[in-house]
């Protein structure tokens, strides 16, 4: 675990100001970066995205993994293909909605 890289930093804050959420500006790698209202959001690169989705499949809220690339999507996407973790953008789109636990 460690600091966040730039990449995952401006995502983070680029999310956090689309959904007026707040930041957990304490977060380390494979922490919650967001907590938005109803929903929690982790900003992820292509090195943490597998051991994310892993964590995160029986979170007690919807929650949705975001990409810091437009690259890792597909990846994203198949690893949540039979999970309840949504998946967003670099710019914070929903790709695959969360579902409700």
């Known amino acids: 675990m460690g600091r966040p890289n730039k990449a995952h930093t401006a995502t983070a804050n680029r999310i956090a100001y689309r959904y007026g959420a707040e930041m957990n500006t304490d977060a380390e790698d494979g922490e919650i970066d967001i907590r938005a209202d109803g929903f929690s ?3 992820e690169t292509t090195a943490t995205l597998e ?3 892993r964590r995160w499949s029986e979170h007690d809220q919807p929650i949705y993994v975001a990409v810091t690339n437009r ?3 597909g990846e994203a996407l198949r690893l949540v293909a039979d999970t309840r973790v ?3 953008d670099p ?3 929903i790709v695959k909605e ?3 636990p």
Request: aromatic share 0%; charged share 5%; glycine share 12%.
């Open 41 to 43: 959001i982790a900003v």
């Open 51 to 53: 051991q994310s989705v």
């Open 71 to 73: 690259e890792a999507l």
């Open 86 to 88: 949504g998946v967003m």
């Open 91 to 93: 710019q914070g789109i």
């Open 98 to 100: 969360a579902a409700p």
